[in-house]
C-alpha cells in the first residue's frame, strides 16, 4: 500500500484524469499577474462584469436577517415568481411544485447527472464542466461530432449518428444537453432545428437537460427558444441569474421539469440529492430574487440595457476578428467568441505550436491575451480553436463597469461607446492584428507594448 499521502487515500474512479475548471484555473491566473504588476487582456472569463441592480442589491440588505433553513425545493413564493417569469420571457409551461431553486445551475446539472441513468451526449464543443461532472457521476461521455468548416453547427443527422453508434458498441445513450445560446460559439439553436429534434428526442426516448443560462443574453439576430416548447415532456430546463443580471457569485440556479409524473419522478429525485448535500440555497439571496424574478420594470429595463451590451461588445469583437481574416462563427448571444487558426498551422508550427493549448500559452506569453484552448471545451486540439469572453475587457473593476453602464444611459451611440470606452477592447484587437501578421509574413514577434492602463 502506498504511504505517500497517508492516512488520505483519493478515489481513483471519481478524481483520476480530472482538472480544476479551466475557466476558473484561467482567471485565478490572470488575477495573480495583475497582482504582480503583470499586465494582461483578459478573454479568457465569462463572467458578466455590470453593477448589481440597486433595487436587487437593497432587497439583499433588507433579507440579511433571513438565517432560516428553508425547503430544499426552495421558497413557495419565489418558485412562483420564477414560473410566471419563464411562461412569460420564455414561453414554456411552468409550474412551481415543478422547480427547484439551488446554489447555482452548475450544482443542478451535477445532481441530475447523478439521478439520471444513460450516457451523456455533448455537442461539439460544449461547455467545460459538463464532461467533468459526468466523469465524476461514472458516467460516458459521446460526443456529437462537428466542425470549425460549419461553423460548429449542431446538426440533427450528427446527434442520430452518435446515438448510433453508441448503441453498436452496447451503450445506453439516454441524456442528451443542450445549451443555447451556447458557451463556447455563441450559437442559437434554430426553430427547425428544435422542432427536427424534439420529434427525434421523443420518438428514441432521450431526456434532454437544456442550459439555457443565457436565454436572455441575445444580441437580436436569431431569437431564443426553449426545446421545452416543443418536448415539454422529456426536458428540464436550467437558468440562473448569472448573466443576465451579473449575480454569478450569487450562486443561485433553477431547474424547471416537465409537468408530468416523470418529471415529479425526477424532481423527487434531485430534492432527495439536495437534501443531502447542499439542504438549502441561501436565505438571503433567496428572498431578494424575488425582485430579480418579478419583473419589476426597473429591473426589466437594466437587463435590456445589458444585454444590448453584450451584443454590441461581442459582435464588436466578433467583427474586427472576421476583418483580419480570422475565421470565427458569429455569435447570437451570450459572451463567447470560438476562432479557430487552423489555416495558419505551418506558420504555427514554425513557431513551435503544434495544438491549441501550446496556442493559448503563446498568445499569453507574447501578446499578453488570455484565452481558453477549445480542446477543453472538446474541440479537437489540432483545430486550434480558442475560446474567447468579451465580458471581462474594459470591465476590470466595478469602477471600470459602472463607468460603461453611466455611457451607455448617457445616450451615446454604440460607435462612440465602443471606440472612447474601450481601450482595451481595441487595444486586444490590434495584438490580435498584429498576431496574424507574424504569421502572415513569417517573422518574429515583436516584445509585447505597454498596456493601456494598469490595475
Known sequence: MSRRYFPFRFSPAGLRGLEPSATLVINERVNEMWREGNWVYHLGFGESRFPVHPKIAQALRDNAYQHQYLPSLGVWELREKIAEFYEEHFNIPAMPEHIIVGPGSKALIYALLLALDGELLLP????????????????RVDWIPASAEEGWELKLSAIEQAVEEARAAWGNPGIVLLNSPNNPTGRMLPLPFLEAFAQYAREQGLAVLSDEIYGLVQHGTVKHRSIARYYPEGTVVLGGLSKHLSLGGWRLGVALFPPNRAGAEVLRAVRTIASETWSATTAPVQFAALMAYGMDPDVWGYIQLCTHLHAVRTQYLWQHLHDIGIRVPQPDGAFYLFPDFARWQPALARLGIRNDTQLAMFLLERFKLATLPGSVFGAPPEAMTLRLSSSYLDMETPQQAEEIVKAAQSGVDDDT????????????????KKFVDTLETDRTPKPDPEPVFAL
Open 417 to 432: 461607446l465602443m471606440q472612447a470606452h474601450h481601450p482595451n477592447m481595441n487595444a486586444a484587437i490590434e495584438q490580435f
Open 124 to 139: 461539439t464543443p460544449s461547455w467545460v464542466s459538463y464532461q467533468p461532472q459526468a466523469h465524476l457521476v461514472g458516467k
